[in-house]
Each structure stands twice: as C-alpha cells, then as structure tokens.
C-alpha cells in the first residue's frame, strides 16, 4: 500500500483524496490543512444564521467528469427551492431528485445575473449590444466605441500586456468604461503592467464576436449547443448552503472511506532526498510533526512550498523566482440589510422584489469596492429570513500589510458600508449586522517574476513523486472545477505509475479545454 500525503484541505486536495480512495486497498491518504477550515477560498462562513460564500462559486463545468463528481456528493434538487416555490419559477428538476426543503444535501439549479454598476447604471456583463445598454451609454460614447472596436479589428496590437489583450478584442472606448479601472482594483496594476496571459486564462474567448454570437444565438430560438463561452451561462448550479457544504460533504466521505484529515497543521518543511520528496514537517499544538510518504501532492502556495524545501539546496535562480511570484489578497464585509436602494428594473422575480444579480461588479472609480455579492440570489438558504432582510457581500482587493489589509475591523466596516451608500446602493441607517473577512493569497497574479515561473515548473517536474494541483499549488487563477481537473490528472498519473507532470500542468491551458465542452 502507498502513502499519499496532501497539503490543502481545499477543492484539489480534496478532490486528490477522493478519488485516491476510491481504491482503499491501495492507497493510504493522509490530507495536511493548515486552517481550521475545509474548502480553502471555496469555503462557506457562517455568521448569526446567514452564511457568506467567499468570492462567490457558480457551479458549471465544460467538463463532464466535474459535473459527474458535484452531482455523486450533491444529487440535483427534484422540488423547487424556497425562492422558486414563493415567486412560482420554473426551473428544471432531476427525476425523483431531494426536495430542498425537506433534504439539505442537494443542489440548486440557480439563474446566473451579474451586472455592471458603472455611472450608477447597469449594464450587463459581459457588455451586450441591446437598446438598454446604448442608452446608457449616450449617443456620442456609443459612436466613439463603435469606431474604436472597428479600428481594433483591422489594426492589431502585439499582445504583451493585458491591456493589449483587452483592447485587440473590444477597442479602447470599451477597454476604459468596462475593464481598466476594475482590472486595476483586482490587482493593484494597471493592465498596461500586466502579463495577457492572466486575459487567455480568465477571459478566454470572451470577445465582441462571441457576445454578438450568443445574443443572435439567443434571438433565433435555438438551444444551447454545449458549447458557450462560460461568461455567457444563463444558470449554474449551485450547493443549497453554499459551496463549503459540499466540501465538508467531500471532506466526510473521505474520512468514511478511510482518508486522515489533520487540522491546524501548517507545514513548514518538505525535505527532499535524490530527486524525491521523503518527508514533510507540519506545526501542531504539541510542536512538530513528520510524515513520511509515497507521493506528495502539494496545493500549497509555490512561493512557500519551495521556501520550504530542505535536503537539497534549491538553484539560486529558482528560489528567486518563487520568492518574487506575487498574489493578491482578499476582504470581504458581510452586510445585513433591511433593503438595498437599488430597483428591480428587471422582468425577473425575485424575494422582496430585490435586484436579482448575483453579484454585481462595481466600476464606479470614486470607489474601492470590485464586486458586491447579494447572497440571497445564490441561495435563499444563505439567508436566514430571505424575504425581510439582504444579506451582501462588499469585496475588496488589497496586500497583505497595505492599507486597506490593516485597518482595524469596525473602521473597516464603516467605510465600506460608507462607500456602499456613496453610490447609492444602500442606506447604513438599514444596516442590521456585518461581518469582516481577509483572506490570504487569495489570486495569483501574472506579474513580476511570473514570467520566469518555467523555471520553477521545470524544477518542481524534476522531483519525481511530488504533484503541485490547484489554484496555488500551480500559480494559476483557475476556477474551482480547473482546480479539481489538475487533481484529477495527477491522481490518474500516479495510478499509471506515470511520473510526467504535463497533463497537470496543462489544465486550462488547452485552446481546446477554453473554447469546447469535453463528453
């Protein structure tokens, strides 16, 4: 029997452990999380009955092994939820599929609205072509767009940065209203300093041609053909308390299943030996522990996991490389809220007739605030009166030790429930109760020392039993279902007996895997 030591109780180590224990015989899995949390940044917290999705997590894949994997944990609801029953919503329901209201393992299929908030105006995101949108915008910007949209389609920029990237696919005039001032929020860099990779991964194929696809595809009548750009999905699916209770649900399979998960056990040395991890060295309350292994599979940050490395001195040019990868960091302020100030312009129905976006992404410059959450429209079991009170979720990106990072809790709070009502989304005299979150290294980011990031996949690929998975574990700001794949890839290497790392690596890489939907 083998060993298998993972480091992070998030969605790949998880994943990892899972699907290693599907052969028991075989493989003894031992998961070290340095938290007392399961699900990593794809947790769910709870506060005074109301529970917070950090960063807000739509379930949808184009890649039916995901999709297979969510439904085994969580089946699809065969009743309409709370919200639906109310507002009589039709929704499509699974075949003797649980009631949400009678079963809390299930999951919600959810109607997917995300908006921009610019100008103090919405508009929808990704940026469509309709009267509305030309409305807000004026007649003058309108025209102004049209003209650089057209110019960026005969010349070209070379793609250096991502503000290349942005401008070849929507023009300057768009490229300013809609994606500069935010992209600077996120990262804290202007996207002229930004690598157009971060643009290939996230993006993708998003562009003014694929917006004009779906809205004539959406004009003529015809159904989804399995291959929309994930931007543009009209519903996801969704765990009834948020996407933390399907990780716990993962995380109590796998100790059913005979898989060890270890709290609180933040490793601080991984010792290899002739081209091999054989150890790693974890804190606990009763000081310093060691577990030796098999196969090492890492979701930890790079930057760390190679600061770690002790047996074998790491090349000079590598450590440097690992040391200067940048992340961002994450706040987020749960807000209570009698109602927001914000109508229901909208044709859809919604609990207490609230706006009935998701989240909505704030481009108003005078503001730090980068996205708002409203809970009760991912789930109204996130809430615990859904229809008296809204419960949001105001997120800001910051660094660790920076201003925004240090600022004492209830001064926090204050200012961004101040910012809130600056641009008219609520009233702090309606605020009921908050809750304040950070989160470190929330978001790699493709900036400083990112471009020599090769060196450190070539070095890491030459430590024959170690696997680096997930968001962190590669440095890459994939979503949660590339994170799971990454797991997915490398527990069927080691099945194989399989050494490379490629397929690893190359999750969310492929022109293929960005632009199709995988049988």
């Given amino acids: 029997m083998k060993k298998i030591v993972i480091v992070g109780a998030g969605p790949a180590g998880l994943t990892a452990a899972y699907e290693l224990l599907k052969a028991p015989e075989q493989y003894e899995v031992v998961i070290l999380e340095e938290s007392q949390e399961i699900g990593g940044i794809s947790r769910t917290v709870r506060y005074h009955g109301n529970r917070m999705d950090i960063g807000g997590h739509r379930f949808f894949s184009k890649d039916k092994r995901v999709m297979d994997w969510w439904f085994s944990l969580m089946p699809l609801q065969g009743s309409p939820s709370f919200d639906d029953y109310v507002l009589d919503r039709s929704k499509p329901l ?234 961002r960091d994450f706040i987020t302020v749960g807000l209570l809220v009698d109602k927001l100030n914000l109508k229901n312009e909208t044709a859809m129905s919604t609990l207490a007739n609230i706006v009935p976006d998701c989240w909505i992404y704030i481009q108003e410059p005078e503001v730090r605030i980068g996205r708002l959450q409203i809970f009760n429209n991912w789930s109204p079991y996130l809430v615990e009166d859904p229809e008296r009170t809204v419960w949001v979720g105001l997120e800001y990106f910051a660094n660790e030790g920076d201003e925004l990072w240090s600022m004492p809790e209830e001064e926090f709070i204050s200012f961004a429930a101040s910012e809130l009502e600056k641009i008219g989304i609520i009233s702090k005299t309606d605020i009921r109760d908050s809750h304040l979150e950070h989160v470190k290294k929330a978001y790699p980011a493709y900036f400083d020392t990112y471009e020599e990031m090769d060196k450190v996949v070539e070095y890491l690929d030459g430590i024959e039993n170690l696997f680096c998975i997930g968001r962190n574990g590669q440095h890459r700001y994939n979503n949660m279902d590339h994170s799971m794949l990454t797991a997915m890839e490398a527990v069927k290497n080691i099945r194989a007996g399989v050494s490379s790392k490629d397929n690893v690596w190359n999750v969310n890489t492929e022109k293929e895997y960005h632009e199709q939907k995988k049988g």
């Fill in 94 to 327: 699974a075949d003797r599929g649980p009631d949400p209201e009678e079963e809390d393992r299930v999951m919600l299929v959810r109607d997917r609205v995300s908006r921009i908030y610019y100008m103090k105006k919405f508009f929808d995101y990704p940026v469509s072509l309709k009267v509305q949108t030309l409305r807000n915008m004026g007649f003058l910007r309108t025209m102004g767009a049209g003209f650089s949209y057209l110019k960026s389609l005969v010349y070209k920029r070379k793609e250096q940065s991502l503000e290349d990237f942005y401008v070849n696919r929507f023009g300057k005039v768009l490229y300013s209203m809609f994606f500069e001032s935010y992209t600077e929020k996120v990262w804290g860099r202007h996207p002229s300093q930004m690598s157009a990779e971060w643009g290939a991964q996230r993006v993708k194929g998003l562009s003014i041609t694929a917006v004009l696809k779906d809205m004539f595809h959406k004009a003529s009548g015809k159904k989804d053909s399995g291959q929309v750009e994930t931007s543009l999905i009209e519903q996801f699916y969704y765990p009834k308390f948020g996407p933390g209770q399907l990780w716990e649900t993962a995380a109590a399979e796998i100790m059913k299943m005979g898989g060890e998960i270890r709290m609180g056990c933040p490793v601080s040395d991984v010792k290899v030996e002739n081209g091999r991890v054989v150890s790693v060295s974890y804190q606990t309350e009763n000081g310093m522990q060691t577990v030796e292994g098999d196969v090492f599979l890492s979701s930890m940050p790079v930057k760390d996991l190679v600061s770690s490395f002790s047996g074998t001195p790491v090349p000079a040019d590598v450590s440097r490389v690992a040391a200067g990868l940048p992340y």
